[in-house]
């Protein structure tokens, strides 16, 4: 596989498992992640719940 280069610093892959057990394929996703150098997340319970309780509004935040 050819390595690109991106004007981004970083590179994510994100995962989202949401069951108790691996899902099949899902070392091979993982390791071929870090042998591109991607780095790799898994997301449980589910991805939207994540981005909606780290985008909330806070009152820390403005």
Do not use: N
């Not at 691996?22 to 939207?48: I, N, Y």
């Amino acid at each position: 596989m050819e390595h690109r280069r991106t004007e981004y610093g970083d590179v994510w892959c994100v995962i989202d498992v949401e069951a108790p057990r691996p899902h099949a394929g899902q070392d091979e996703a993982l390791a071929l992640a870090q042998r591109l150098g991607v780095k790799a997340v898994l997301t449980s319970p589910c991805f939207e719940l994540w981005i909606l309780l780290h985008r909330s509004v806070r009152p820390d935040r403005t």
